[in-house]
Protein backbone atom coordinates (compact mmCIF):
# COMPACT_ATOMS: atom_id res chain seq x y z
CA UNK A 1 0.00 0.00 0.00
CA UNK A 2 1.31 3.75 -0.99
CA UNK A 3 1.69 5.99 1.88
CA UNK A 4 3.76 8.87 3.02
CA UNK A 5 6.50 8.89 5.83
CA UNK A 6 7.80 12.13 6.97
CA UNK A 7 11.78 12.58 6.82
CA UNK A 8 13.20 12.15 9.92
CA UNK A 9 17.18 10.85 11.29
CA UNK A 10 15.69 7.22 10.34
CA UNK A 11 15.06 7.17 7.02
CA UNK A 12 16.93 10.72 5.16
CA UNK A 13 19.72 7.75 3.59
CA UNK A 14 16.92 6.46 1.86
CA UNK A 15 16.02 9.36 0.30
CA UNK A 16 19.43 10.42 -0.75
CA UNK A 17 19.47 7.00 -2.87
CA UNK A 18 16.53 7.81 -5.20
CA UNK A 19 17.51 7.94 -8.47
CA UNK A 20 16.02 9.68 -11.41
CA UNK A 21 16.25 8.08 -15.15
CA UNK A 22 18.69 9.69 -17.61
CA UNK A 23 17.42 13.21 -18.11
CA UNK A 24 15.16 14.02 -15.57
CA UNK A 25 17.32 15.71 -13.67
CA UNK A 26 16.23 18.69 -15.83
CA UNK A 27 13.00 18.00 -14.61
CA UNK A 28 13.39 17.65 -10.71
CA UNK A 29 15.53 18.33 -7.70
CA UNK A 30 17.36 15.63 -5.98
CA UNK A 31 16.51 14.85 -2.86
CA UNK A 32 19.85 16.18 -1.23
CA UNK A 33 18.85 19.77 -2.02
CA UNK A 34 15.17 19.14 -1.17
CA UNK A 35 16.16 18.28 2.44
CA UNK A 36 18.31 21.32 2.38
CA UNK A 37 15.58 23.63 1.48
CA UNK A 38 13.74 21.26 4.14
CA UNK A 39 15.98 22.59 6.77
CA UNK A 40 16.00 26.29 5.86
CA UNK A 41 12.25 26.43 5.65
CA UNK A 42 11.41 23.89 8.53
CA UNK A 43 8.64 26.22 10.01
CA UNK A 44 6.82 25.62 6.90
CA UNK A 45 7.39 22.53 4.82
CA UNK A 46 7.38 19.09 5.50
CA UNK A 47 9.46 16.28 3.42
CA UNK A 48 8.06 13.00 2.66
CA UNK A 49 9.49 9.89 1.70
CA UNK A 50 7.00 8.18 -0.83
CA UNK A 51 6.53 4.23 0.30
CA UNK A 52 5.41 1.30 -0.85
CA UNK A 53 5.16 -0.97 2.09
CA UNK A 54 8.19 -0.94 3.62
CA UNK A 55 10.20 0.31 1.20
CA UNK A 56 11.00 4.21 -0.08
CA UNK A 57 9.57 4.41 -3.92
CA UNK A 58 9.75 8.76 -3.97
CA UNK A 59 9.89 11.47 -2.56
CA UNK A 60 8.08 14.94 -2.34
CA UNK A 61 8.41 18.02 -0.12
CA UNK A 62 4.99 19.95 0.96
CA UNK A 63 5.80 23.58 1.63
CA UNK A 64 3.58 26.11 3.30
CA UNK A 65 3.72 30.09 1.97
CA UNK A 66 2.47 31.96 4.34
CA UNK A 67 2.84 34.90 2.25
CA UNK A 68 0.21 34.14 -0.18
CA UNK A 69 -1.25 31.51 1.81
CA UNK A 70 -1.07 28.40 -0.72
CA UNK A 71 0.39 25.05 0.04
CA UNK A 72 3.06 24.29 -2.58
CA UNK A 73 4.80 20.65 -3.88
CA UNK A 74 8.28 20.55 -4.37
CA UNK A 75 9.97 18.06 -5.80
CA UNK A 76 8.07 15.11 -6.74
CA UNK A 77 10.24 12.59 -8.03
CA UNK A 78 9.71 9.06 -8.38
CA UNK A 79 12.96 6.34 -8.23
CA UNK A 80 13.54 5.02 -12.09
CA UNK A 81 12.85 1.66 -11.27
CA UNK A 82 9.65 2.43 -10.02
CA UNK A 83 8.23 4.57 -12.54
CA UNK A 84 5.28 4.08 -14.67
CA UNK A 85 3.56 1.78 -12.33
CA UNK A 86 0.90 4.29 -10.36
CA UNK A 87 2.99 5.87 -7.44
CA UNK A 88 3.29 9.08 -9.06
CA UNK A 89 -0.58 9.22 -8.59
CA UNK A 90 -1.06 7.30 -5.30
CA UNK A 91 1.87 9.60 -4.15
CA UNK A 92 -0.21 12.71 -4.95
CA UNK A 93 -3.17 11.64 -4.03
CA UNK A 94 -1.74 10.96 -0.36
CA UNK A 95 -0.18 14.54 -0.40
CA UNK A 96 -3.46 16.10 -0.79
CA UNK A 97 -5.21 14.48 1.56
CA UNK A 98 -2.59 15.37 4.03
CA UNK A 99 -2.81 19.24 2.40
CA UNK A 100 -6.96 18.92 3.28
CA UNK A 101 -5.75 18.82 6.79
CA UNK A 102 -3.99 22.28 6.67
CA UNK A 103 -1.14 21.58 8.93
CA UNK A 104 0.39 25.08 8.53
CA UNK A 105 -2.43 26.89 7.88
CA UNK A 106 -5.62 27.56 6.14
CA UNK A 107 -5.67 27.77 2.95
CA UNK A 108 -7.27 25.54 0.20
CA UNK A 109 -5.10 26.34 -2.84
CA UNK A 110 -1.83 24.25 -3.42
CA UNK A 111 0.61 25.37 -6.57
CA UNK A 112 3.29 23.79 -8.18
CA UNK A 113 5.42 24.14 -10.78
CA UNK A 114 6.34 21.35 -13.87
CA UNK A 115 9.30 21.41 -16.35
CA UNK A 116 6.59 22.30 -19.70
CA UNK A 117 8.85 19.46 -21.68
CA UNK A 118 7.69 16.71 -18.51
CA UNK A 119 4.45 15.79 -20.19
CA UNK A 120 3.78 12.50 -18.03
CA UNK A 121 4.01 14.75 -14.95
CA UNK A 122 1.92 17.37 -16.70
CA UNK A 123 -0.50 14.94 -17.65
CA UNK A 124 -0.77 13.35 -13.92
CA UNK A 125 -0.85 16.68 -12.26
CA UNK A 126 -3.99 17.83 -14.70
CA UNK A 127 -5.48 14.61 -13.94
CA UNK A 128 -5.66 15.53 -10.15
CA UNK A 129 -7.44 18.73 -11.33
CA UNK A 130 -4.52 21.40 -11.52
CA UNK A 131 -4.72 24.14 -14.55
CA UNK A 132 -1.98 26.25 -15.62
CA UNK A 133 -2.20 29.71 -14.12
CA UNK A 134 -0.43 31.75 -17.14
CA UNK A 135 2.81 32.08 -14.77
CA UNK A 136 5.93 30.57 -16.72
CA UNK A 137 9.87 30.86 -15.85
CA UNK A 138 11.75 29.79 -18.11
CA UNK A 139 10.67 26.64 -18.79
CA UNK A 140 8.83 25.92 -15.81
CA UNK A 141 4.75 26.45 -15.95
CA UNK A 142 2.81 26.78 -12.69
CA UNK A 143 -0.21 24.65 -12.34
CA UNK A 144 -2.79 25.13 -9.71
CA UNK A 145 -5.75 24.01 -8.02
CA UNK A 146 -8.34 24.38 -4.94
CA UNK A 147 -9.19 21.80 -2.70
CA UNK A 148 -12.65 20.95 -1.95
Known sequence: MIHLEKITEKNFIDAFGL???????????????????????????????????????????????YDIPEYDLWHMMIDVSKQGRGYGRAALDQVLAYIRTKPFGASDRVTLTCNRENRRALRLYKSRGFVPTGAEDEEEIELSRTLP
Open 19 to 65: KLAAGQERFVSHPIRSLAQAYVYREQCQPFGIYDEEVMVGYVMVIYD
